[in-house]
């Protein structure tokens, strides 16, 4: 090997080879502007894969609760079909209660005219206590 001159600088140093001498070629420096070319593109790429996994997990998550909003929805149908069905047997067993009320308003003055006419027929009559009028 050829020793390397103390006169030639340090960026056009040669070496040899086979018996010929090259220039060693500087490194080759990144332009200042691509540093982080490569980085970015990747850091882009990973920004827009989990960009596009947490979109899908609110597409998931929004389809869920859009099922079980509607899986309640059934559930209160249900419950206010059974609500109403409690509030018409309510309105028809209040309707039986004043049927009941005017019947018996009806069999307590039927009641009280049969009395009034057996104590009659065998010549019993109620004195009249207050404001009562007497039977007979």
């Not at 609500?83 to 009941?100: D, F, K, R, S, Y």
């Not at 009806?106 to 009562?132: M, N």
């Amino acid at each position: 090997m050829d020793p390397i001159p103390d006169t030639v600088s340090e960026n056009e140093k040669v070496y040899t080879m086979g018996g010929r001498s090259h220039p060693i070629p500087p490194p080759n420096p990144r332009p200042s502007s691509s540093v982080y070319s490569d980085d970015m593109s990747i850091m882009t790429c990973l920004v827009r894969k989990v960009s596009e996994e947490t979109r899908v997990q609110e597409y998931r998550t929004i389809a869920s609760y859009t099922r079980e909003n509607q899986a309640l929805e059934d559930e209160l149908a249900l419950y206010r079909m059974a609500w109403n069905g409690t509030i018409m047997l309510a309105n028809e067993v209040i309707q039986a209660i004043t049927i009941i009320e005017k019947s018996l308003i009806i069999v307590d003055a039927g009641v009280a005219s049969a009395e009034k006419d057996w104590l009659a027929f065998w010549g019993i009559y109620k004195e009249s206590s207050g404001l009562h009028p007497l039977w007979l």
